[in-house]
Every structure is written in C-alpha cells, then in structure tokens.
C-alpha cells in the first residue's frame, strides 16, 4: 500500500510541474541532455582517455586527441578533481605527459607514484636550480634548422607582446634576432642559447655598427659558403630608419630582459630537459614557476610550449612511439605563436592538450576574435565548473542550445503556445554544484558528471602519499660572464 500511495504522489508531482503557472506542457523539443545510451557509449569502461571527473568518467583516446578545455575559477576543483586524478590514471598507461604546476602542488602528490610506474621525472624550476633540468629552446639546433630558429625567435617577442603592437615593430625587432641567432648556429651552434643572444642584443648598440664584423665573419652558412643572404639582411636592417631601428632593438632588449636574471640564464644556458626523447621513454615534466611570479616567467612557458609543439609535429609518430597528454594550467596567460593552426593540426600527431582557462574571454584577449575563433575550432570537449564569469556561461549556455516548448493553459482549451528555453541559462550554469561540472562535446550531447575529488578516492588518495621523486642534484655555477664571442 506504502508503494501504491508513493507511486501517487509521484504522479502527481509530475503532472504538478506541467500544470505549473496552469499551463500543460504537451511537447518539449530541440536541446537535451545526452541518456543512458549515450553516456555508455561516450564514457565506456574500456576507454584509456582522460579522466574527467576524477572517478568513472573516462573518454577515449580519439577524444581525448581532438582536446579539451577547462573553464574553472582557482578553488573550483580542477586540479582535484580533474589534473591530478587524469595524471594518476594514466600512469598506468604506454604514454609520456607535460604539466604547467604554477603551485607545485602536482608534482609534490603525484611524482613519487610515477616514479614508481618507471617514468622519468623532470622539473623546470628556476627558484629551486639544484632539483631543477635545464632548458634550451634551441637545443639540438643548427644551420639546417633555420625555420625552428625563426618560430623561437618569433616566440620571444610574441611572447612578450603578442598582438599589442602594429605588426612592423613586432617584425623588426623579429629580424635581429633571427639574424643573430643564425649567425650563432652558423657558426658556433654549441653557443646557440638565449644567454648569448641577449649578450649580443645587450652590445647592439644605437645602430649596429659593433656587430658589423661579427656579423660579417658568422653569417656565413656552413652548407652553402656562397649563400650571403644572412649578411645582406642584416645590412638591410641596419641601415633603416634610425627611430625605427632603435625601436626594434628596444623591443629585443625588453623581450629578453629576464635574461639578466642569474638564475634564468643558469636554467636557460644548457639544456638537459631531452624534449626530442619525449616519445621514446616514459617522461612527466612537470613547469613549477612560482604562481607569485608566473608573468615574469610566462616567456620561458611560452617558448616551452613553441618547441613542444614543434617537436611532437616533426613526425607521424610510429605505432611503437608514445601518446602524449598536456595538462596546461593557466593558459590564459600564454600566448603560443601560430597557435590557431597548431591546435587544429597536433592531433593527428597523438597529442592531447587539456587546457585550463579561468574563462573563455582570456582567448580573446590574448589572440584576438579571428585567432580566438579558429583556436576554438580545435577543441572538441569542454569541461566547465561552477563560478563562470557572464561572457563565459552565456557563450556556453549559447553551445548547450535551447529547448523549443509548446503548452497551451488547461486540459479544454484549444489553444498552443510556444516558447524557447535555454536548456542551461547561464546562472544554472554559474551555480553549479560544488561537486559538479558540465561536460560540452562538439558532436555529442552535453551532460552534467558529479566529481570526485583525489582525496575522497581511496586509490588516489593512497597513490598521492607516496613521497615525491627526487630530480635532477647537478651542481649550480652562476657564471658571471657571458662569454661573447666577437
């Protein structure tokens, strides 16, 4: 009797809600949550990919290459509920993984487990040098590699700028370095670092005369002794407008300012950090820049990611070479050069690139609407958490859709009204639960997944208290002189 009685009630509910406002809701379409159906198939126990809830939420590899973006304010859970359980899970798998961990809260709870899974453990970390690898972005380098050395350079000054200035002073300044840093492959690859770089723009002067002979004697292309190309561009730089060539070498010298930093150029002088093996041996590297000062060093990320991309891209990897995932925080603050096309192109490489943004404006802001537009393109998933700012969860509710409604006032009459729904308005969306957050996909449809922070999963919780690995104990040298030579 107790079932029957609540059974009624039910009913009864049910029916309140579409009598409610004394309208009968009669036929309800367009935007819906995915079913049962759809959730087995989208999150099936046999998928390796990414783990996006922290329990029983696991994509597919396939979908964890097409990339994801996070929407989280700091506090939300995204490194609870999301990073560090996805690095755990994949621990077990064939691959090799890239962490921006401004706290370092990732590399103290997850590096001990992986150590144990036999990945190599790497740091960049340029307040703790003894634990930390050392990197050089023109690491194995040289004058066949003129298109690296152009998409590095373009990244210092990209990096630092982006799309602030009109694009002729952002080029100039673009042209000495690439002059210079060619100059160094040219002739001296093993000096080809920023710390010599910056000595060189350091000694420009007001119009570049001091380097004339250096350049003379460096430009030289050892594959083609009869290419003078290299020479004549500097001459041509060198002889422009006297405001304009000093602009240029003003917008080096600022772009490379952290350069005077001793611990920068001790972390950048060298490089140990093995970019190019990344795919043969199991590799987490894990970037601790301090959170306080993360704009000083968004240059260093930022070149970082340009020779990441560009290595993973050099080739189709081989059946037998390792997938790769990035989980990289607070990507609001980077700017990658030629990212719009990267991102569309490097997961036909095995590549899975999570991105972590407090909202979707920080795109825009960064690149620009048209760059914006395109980098967006190149995301197939996003994972969104409560606390949203407007243009964030209005945009998302847009994605999500609206719910088309036809009701009419009683059960007599005649006539129809219709109404659109958002199927989630934007404060539903700004006040999720605090376990929470809304799954989007591009082809699939959306969700609401409950997350399990690392701490409330035993497993997890359990593999975090092992002790974090030991890295790199090379002794430090400070060295005072930059060693030029001219």
């Given at each position: 009797m107790?079932?029957?009685i609540?059974?009624?009630?039910?009913?009864?509910?049910?029916?309140?809600?579409?009598?409610a406002?004394?309208?009968l809701?009669?036929q309800?379409?367009g935007?819906?949550f995915a079913?049962?159906?759809?959730?087995?198939?989208?999150f099936?126990?046999?998928?390796k990919?990414l783990l996006i809830?922290?329990?029983?939420?696991?994509?597919?590899?396939?979908d964890s290459f097409e990339?994801?973006?996070?929407?989280?304010?700091?506090?939300?859970?995204?490194t609870t509920a999301?990073?560090i359980?996805?690095i755990?899970?994949l621990s077990?798998?064939?691959?090799?993984?890239i962490?921006?961990d401004?706290?370092g809260e990732?590399y103290?709870l997850?590096?001990?487990?992986?150590?144990?899974e036999?990945y190599r453990i790497?740091?960049?970390?340029?307040e703790d040098?003894p634990?930390s690898?050392?990197?050089?972005?023109?690491?194995?380098l040289?004058a066949r590699?003129t298109?690296e050395?152009?998409?590095?350079c373009?990244s210092i000054?990209?990096?630092?700028y982006?799309a602030?200035?009109?694009p002729?002073?952002n080029?100039?300044a673009?042209?000495?370095?690439e002059?210079l840093s060619?100059?160094?492959?040219?002739?001296?690859p093993h000096?080809?670092n920023?710390?010599?770089?910056?000595?060189?723009?350091?000694?420009?002067g007001s119009?570049?005369?001091g380097l004339?002979?250096w350049?003379?004697?460096?430009?030289?292309n050892p594959?083609?002794?009869?290419?003078?190309?290299?020479w004549?561009?500097?001459?041509g730089l060198?002889t422009s407008?006297?405001?304009?060539?000093s602009?240029?070498?003003t917008?080096?010298?600022?772009?490379?300012?952290?350069?005077?930093?001793?611990?920068?150029?001790?972390l950048?002088r060298?490089?140990?950090i093995?970019l190019?093996n990344i795919?043969n041996?199991?590799?987490i590297?894990y970037?601790?820049?301090?959170e306080?000062?993360?704009?000083y060093?968004q240059f260093i990320?930022?070149?970082?990611y340009v020779?990441?991309?560009s290595?993973v891209?050099?080739h189709?990897p081989?059946?037998?070479?390792?997938?790769i995932f990035?989980?990289?925080?607070?990507m609001g603050?980077s700017?990658?050069?030629?990212?719009?096309i990267?991102?569309?192109?490097?997961r036909?490489y095995?590549?899975s690139?999570?991105l972590?943004?407090q909202?979707?404006?920080q795109?825009?802001?960064?690149?620009?609407?048209?760059k914006?537009?395109?980098?967006?393109?190149?995301i197939?998933?996003?994972?969104i958490f409560r606390?949203?700012?407007?243009?964030t969860?209005?945009e998302f509710?847009?994605?999500?859709?609206d719910?088309?409604i036809t009701?009419?006032e009683?059960?007599t009459?005649?006539?129809?009204t219709h109404e659109?729904?958002p199927l989630l308005?934007?404060?539903r969306?700004r006040?999720?639960?605090?376990?929470?957050a809304?799954f989007?996909?591009t082809?699939k449809q959306?969700?609401?997944?409950?997350?399990?922070k690392?701490?409330e999963h035993?497993?997890?919780?359990r593999?975090?208290?092992?002790?974090?690995a030991?890295?790199?104990k090379?002794?430090?040298?400070l060295?005072?002189?930059?060693?030029?030579?001219?």
């Amino acid at each position: 009797m107790s079932k029957i009685i609540k059974d009624t009630f039910s009913s009864l509910l049910s029916l309140g809600s579409f009598v409610a406002k004394k309208k009968l809701l009669l036929q309800e379409q367009g935007a819906r949550f995915a079913n049962k159906a759809e959730l087995t198939s989208m999150f099936s126990k046999s998928n390796k990919g990414l783990l996006i809830n922290g329990n029983d939420k696991r994509l597919s590899l396939q979908d964890s290459f097409e990339h994801l973006a996070v929407i989280a304010k700091p506090g939300s859970g995204k490194t609870t509920a999301f990073i560090i359980p996805s690095i755990l899970e994949l621990s077990s798998s064939y691959c090799s993984m890239i962490v921006n961990d401004p706290s370092g809260e990732v590399y103290q709870l997850t590096s001990g487990h992986l150590a144990s899974e036999g990945y190599r453990i790497v740091r960049l970390c340029p307040e703790d040098l003894p634990s930390s690898s050392r990197f050089n972005p023109f690491a194995g380098l040289d004058a066949r590699h003129t298109i690296e050395i152009e998409q590095i350079c373009a990244s210092i000054i990209l990096s630092k700028y982006g799309a602030d200035k009109e694009p002729v002073w952002n080029e100039g300044a673009i042209s000495i370095l690439e002059v210079l840093s060619k100059c160094l492959a040219y002739s001296q690859p093993h000096n080809l670092n920023l710390v010599e770089l910056n000595s060189l723009v350091l000694r420009f002067g007001s119009d570049g005369t001091g380097l004339d002979d250096w350049v003379a004697e460096n430009s030289i292309n050892p594959f083609d002794p009869s290419d003078r190309s290299l020479w004549e561009s500097w001459l041509g730089l060198t002889t422009s407008n006297e405001k304009m060539l000093s602009s240029y070498v003003t917008i080096c010298k600022t772009a490379l300012k952290q350069l005077n930093n001793q611990n920068i150029r001790e972390l950048m002088r060298s490089d140990t950090i093995d970019l190019q093996n990344i795919r043969n041996e199991k590799t987490i590297i894990y970037l601790n820049f301090s959170e306080s000062k993360q704009a000083y060093y968004q240059f260093i990320i930022d070149l970082f990611y340009v020779r990441f991309l560009s290595i993973v891209m050099d080739h189709k990897p081989a059946a037998n070479e390792l997938d790769i995932f990035g989980f990289l925080d607070e990507m609001g603050n980077s700017y990658i050069n030629d990212f719009n096309i990267s991102i569309n192109n490097v997961r036909k490489y095995r590549v899975s690139l999570s991105l972590v943004f407090q909202g979707i404006s920080q795109l825009d802001d960064k690149y620009g609407p048209q760059k914006a537009k395109a980098i967006k393109a190149g995301i197939g998933s996003y994972l969104i958490f409560r606390g949203g700012d407007l243009d964030t969860n209005t945009e998302f509710s847009n994605v999500i859709g609206d719910r088309a409604i036809t009701q009419r006032e009683n059960f007599t009459d005649i006539r129809r009204t219709h109404e659109r729904m958002p199927l989630l308005a934007p404060d539903r969306l700004r006040t999720l639960g605090s376990n929470q957050a809304v799954f989007i996909s591009t082809y699939k449809q959306p969700t609401i997944v409950d997350c399990m922070k690392y701490f409330e999963h035993g497993d997890y919780s359990r593999l975090t208290k092992k002790p974090p690995a030991q890295t790199s104990k090379a002794s430090v040298t400070l060295d005072f002189d930059t060693t030029l030579r001219l």
